[in-house]
Structures are given as structure tokens and as C-alpha cells.
């Protein structure tokens, strides 16, 4: 379940991020549902190599399939398919309401999640027969060469 996000990153933040909480909670939280308030270390979402890469995969596939039958929709399209297929639905809460079985963004996940998803989807792509681009320069394949 998403909802919102306050970081942390120096002492001299904790007064301002702790009203921040509290307005939230007096103005925006839905009180039939109790709240949880968890600390955890920040982890930095997925970088920008990444999705970069992946956005070039979802090109190579698109042109795979299209030349080879079998996938009639857009880039977005297969994009959303993918996701799906690999990081399935969460629950969405925009305000007060929730919106059920969303598809879930690669924005949300974190390196280490984006590299396990990028694995799932090359070796799909392998049995499928789809050549992935994999510029040396990429954070991927630096990762992969260790």
C-alpha cells in the first residue's frame, strides 16, 4: 500500500517533519483505518540508468514483437504488460480514497529491487528470443560484470 513519505536527513529536520505528520494526519488520514508509523533507513529509489535502460529494452522488445508477430499494442502498452507480468497490483490511496489493483511503478522501487526486476524481464527476453540492448556504460551491465 503507497501513502505518504516524509525523509529525514538531518536533526534539524525532525520538528518540521513531525508537524508535517501531524498535519497530515489531522487533515488528510481516513479514521476508519488506524495508522502505523514505521522508521526505516532510506533506501534511493531505482536510478535513472536504470529506467533509462529499461525504457531501451521496452524499444527492443516493441521492435521484436512487431517484426515478428504475435504483439499489436504500443511501447506503453507493452511497458504496462510487463510490469504487470513481472511486478503485479498494489492499492493505490490518492487522499482519502483508495484506488484497488494498480499496476505498479518501476518509480517505486528501489536499485535493488529495479536490478531483480530487469534480470526477470532479460531472461523472459532470452527464452523469447529478444536481443536486449546493453550499453557497457550502463549501471546494469556494470553490475552484471561485478
Not at 89 to 110: C, F, H, M, W, Y
Request: net charge positive.
Amino acid at each position: 500500500m503507497m501513502g505518504q513519505f516524509w525523509l529525514i536527513k538531518d536533526p534539524l529536520q525532525i520538528k518540521d517533519r513531525v508537524k508535517a505528520f501531524e498535519r497530515y494526519l489531522q487533515d488528510e488520514w481516513n479514521w476508519d483505518k488506524p495508522v502505523a508509523w514505521k522508521l526505516e533507513e532510506y533506501k534511493p529509489k531505482r536510478s535513472l540508468s536504470q529506467n533509462d535502460l529499461f525504457h531501451v529494452w521496452v524499444r527492443d522488445m516493441h521492435n521484436h514483437f512487431k517484426k515478428n508477430g504475435g504483439f499489436t499494442g504500443t511501447e506503453e502498452d507493452l511497458k504496462l504488460m510487463i510490469k504487470y507480468k513481472f511486478l503485479g497490483t498494489e492499492d493505490v490511496i490518492v487522499g482519502k480514497t483508495t484506488v484497488p489493483n494498480q499496476v505498479r511503478a518501476t518509480s517505486s522501487l528501489d536499485r535493488g529491487e529495479m536490478l531483480y526486476f530487469m534480470e526477470q524481464v532479460e531472461a523472459w527476453c532470452i527464452d523469447l528470443g529478444v536481443k536486449l540492448t546493453k550499453p557497457q556504460n550502463s549501471e546494469y551491465y556494470k553490475i552484471q560484470r561485478g
